[in-house]
């Protein structure tokens, strides 16, 4: 406490106002195989947070029969009713990204220079950057222009016969035309641009400091034909040889007025740059789909101003990110879409110069284009070339990224063939960095998972991937695990034999309050192929608790007409009669059924866990009310471990349960129930072990399964009171 030792008014502030967490009893965790997206436990990737269904096919891609299992399908048909999904997608160590090699190009250049007898170098008349003009030192009308026709990579024409006049007076200020359309012709990726001067690139090693211009388009198909003319102090233009094209290696040729220059290819088995998407998985391939439409990515180079690439990532056909390379002298391709996955900046591509495959060499990030380029990454060297006189140096060859739409292809989704391979990739692992996949990817609080499933056929030996989720919810106690007898299993025997542990894909029976069983499969037609599909029934039966708690709680039961009506499947597997039913809800046995019923559809008609036990945890809404108010008191009494253990903590304890269990009990979710802390449950050996124990006594109110009428008959004399 604090000491107040002198007069005064003083004010403390306590806060008491405890109250029960609020915590989302519909979280859906779900297990499968996709074609894109983040896989649990790569590159720190846990389970990923979906919300609507088109970010779900945003981030993962549609589904497609050629997908093991059905993870996407459930997820879609989930989603519909609730709006928190966890979606942890599973791959074997096969997955690889899809990629493009994007082609490195030199860009047509002529380097601007003069003779004894015709000086356009720098050092005239006392300027000391950029091209000096003819005429007199106090002359104004003299000047120097370009005549220019440019053709792009695809031989198109992107500058026509125009004309850059560039006056004396404006050589060394940035005001003048001639500066701003001279280096608008300077499209030099990583070039050291200045506005302040004339010309594309001054080579700064050069004791005359000439100038280069250089064309904006890269690649064999590129050209650039510039004629150069000077005027007199009388106005007159003449063409002057003051032109030397810069050829493949960098050197150059006579001197000319007149000429026209092609870009150069770079052999791109030596250097490309190479593209890959951010995750594994034929997803990202480009190809075209059944209503013509186009899917997965592209990289895609625009013929872009200055020092400048235009860079787009195409998915399905759009551009959904556009990037600027080489706006600023910092600013290189590596800056803009990051050469590993910690340094992205795009949510579809890394991106880097390399030899061979993408990961021959590790990337080093460039730091200019302007000079010869060596040890880019790993061996890379792109040369700029040495030529010319002895002593002098012309740099560089103008690498950029040639021009293009680049598809991307080669990815694999990483989902085996083998069934052993799949249930591996499923179940998951712990690794050594801490990272979880699959299954185990669902051992996280953080998630708030309450349901979960890893649905469909196909997707290998089920019993090692039910049996491994219904071992994770055991263990974390945090979620209800649905899961179903595979696809034409065969009658209602041989689903309930399936469920004992008596067939070929299940040895051991089920039983777990933990876990429920659904059965038989439905038929949902799916507009991505427009074909019918069997689903598995546990995608229903998540989906119905999640309908559930949208209009009722937890502790309602997600079955019957009245939250267990399937609207969306138009038949079932295997047709139930009563006797059916009878045998596979009683006598030891816990599948819930699935029923058409003639007028009133298809419905759920069952809410029992695998429990064989008959306790009250046999029902799927006692044991999601358990899960909850776990949930709900850890999240509310945190803040409490570390209190003193003592009379007014135990005290607090109680009044923060109390309310919690009289709201659950006013919503019809408990009959009665009583909340003890205090002496009798914290004896003296257990505070002196620092623990504090709190008993919860709760009467779960019963769903009413079987409602019966008993009607009597009786004579006209008998009395009814």
């Not at 211009?213 to 007159?236: C, E, H, K, R, Y």
Request: net charge negative; hydrophobic share 40%.
């Amino acid at each position: 406490m604090p000491n107040y030792v002198s007069p005064g008014v003083y004010v403390i502030e306590k806060d008491i106002s405890d109250y029960p967490a609020q915590v989302n009893s519909s979280v859906v965790g779900i297990v499968g195989f996709a074609d894109r997206g983040p896989i649990a436990g790569l590159n720190n990737n846990k389970a990923t947070l979906i919300t609507s269904q088109q970010q779900l096919i945003d981030t993962f891609g549609e589904p497609s029969e050629a997908i093991k299992g059905q993870a996407l399908e459930g997820a879609l048909e989930i989603l519909e009713a609730t709006n928190s999904m966890r979606f942890i997608r599973v791959a074997s160590d096969d997955a690889v990204e899809a990629s493009a090699a994007v082609q490195l190009g030199g860009c047509p250049a002529f380097l601007v220079s003069g003779t004894d007898s015709n000086p356009l170098l720098a050092g005239v008349g006392g300027v000391t950057t950029g091209i000096k003009a003819l005429g007199s030192a106090d002359s104004d009308t003299s000047g120097v222009r370009f005549i220019v026709t440019a053709y792009d990579h695809a031989r198109t024409k992107i500058v026509d016969n125009k004309t850059y006049t560039i006056p004396r007076n404006t050589i060394s200020v940035s005001a003048s035309e001639g500066a701003t359309t001279i280096q608008a012709l300077s499209k030099v990726m990583g070039g050291s641009l200045d506005a302040d001067k004339v010309g594309a690139f001054a080579d700064a090693n050069t004791a005359d400091a000439s100038s280069f211009i250089v064309g904006l388009a890269a690649g064999g198909l590129a050209t650039l034909d510039v004629q150069m003319q000077v005027q007199d102090d009388a106005g007159a233009w003449a063409n002057v040889a003051g032109l030397e094209p810069v050829t493949q290696l960098g050197a150059k040729d006579t001197a000319t007025a007149d000429a026209i220059v092609s870009g150069t290819s770079i052999d791109t088995t030596t250097v490309a740059y190479q593209t890959k998407s951010l995750f594994p998985g034929a997803g990202y391939n480009t190809g075209t789909k059944t209503d013509g439409s186009t899917s997965g990515i592209s990289f895609e180079v625009l013929v872009n101003g200055g020092a400048n690439t235009g860079l787009n990532v195409n998915d399905l056909g759009v551009a959904n990110e556009t990037f600027v390379a080489g706006a600023t002298s910092s600013s290189f391709l590596e800056d803009q879409l990051g050469t590993t996955y910690e340094a992205r900046t795009s949510d579809y591509i890394t991106a880097n110069f390399v030899t061979g495959t993408y990961t021959d060499v590790t990337p080093t990030a460039l730091t200019s284009f302007e000079k010869q380029a060596t040890d880019l990454v790993g061996s890379v060297t792109i040369e700029g070339g040495q030529g010319g006189a002895t002593g002098e140096t012309v740099n560089p060859r103008f690498v950029k990224l040639v021009q293009g739409t680049y598809n991307f292809a080669g990815g694999d989704s990483g989902i085996p063939t083998s069934d052993s391979d799949v249930a591996t990739a499923v179940i998951g692992e712990t690794k050594s960095d801490g990272g979880k996949t699959g299954i185990e990817a669902l051992d996280d609080p953080i998630l708030n998972v309450s349901i979960a499933l890893a649905p469909g056929p196909g997707v290998g030996d089920i019993q090692a991937i039910q049996n491994g989720l219904i071992t994770v919810a055991e263990r974390t106690t945090d979620f209800l695990a649905a899961v179903s007898p595979p696809y034409a299993v065969g009658t209602t025997g041989d689903a309930i034999n399936w469920s004992n542990g008596f067939a070929t894909s299940r040895t051991t029976a089920i039983n777990s309050s933990y876990a429920a069983i659904y059965w038989p499969w439905v038929k949902v037609f799916q507009v991505f192929d427009g074909k019918d599909r069997w689903l598995a029934p546990e995608i229903y039966g998540v989906r119905q608790m999640g309908v559930t708690d949208s209009v009722a709680f937890p502790w309602f039961a997600p079955a019957g007409f009245v939250r267990g009506r399937l609207t969306k499947p138009t038949d079932i597997e295997v047709v139930l009669n009563q006797g059916d039913r009878d045998s596979m809800y009683s006598g030891g046995n816990a599948i819930n059924p699935i029923v058409n019923f003639p007028q009133n559809g298809i419905a759920i008609f069952g809410q029992r866990t695998s429990q064989r036990q008959p306790t009250a945890l046999d029902r799927i809404n006692v044991r999601r009310m358990m899960i909850y108010l776990k949930k709900v008191i850890l999240a509310s009494t945190q803040r409490l471990v570390f209190e003193p253990n003592d009379r007014f903590t135990w005290a607090r304890v109680q009044d923060l349960i109390n309310p919690l269990l009289a709201d659950i009990s006013n919503n019809r979710g408990i009959t009665e129930f009583k909340v003890v802390c205090d002496e009798t449950t914290n004896t003296p050996i257990r505070v002196d072990r620092n623990e504090m124990w709190c008993k919860v006594l709760i009467k779960p109110t019963k769903t009413a399964e079987m409602v019966i009428f008993e009607l009597n008959l009786t004579s006209q004399s008998a009395q009814i009171s």
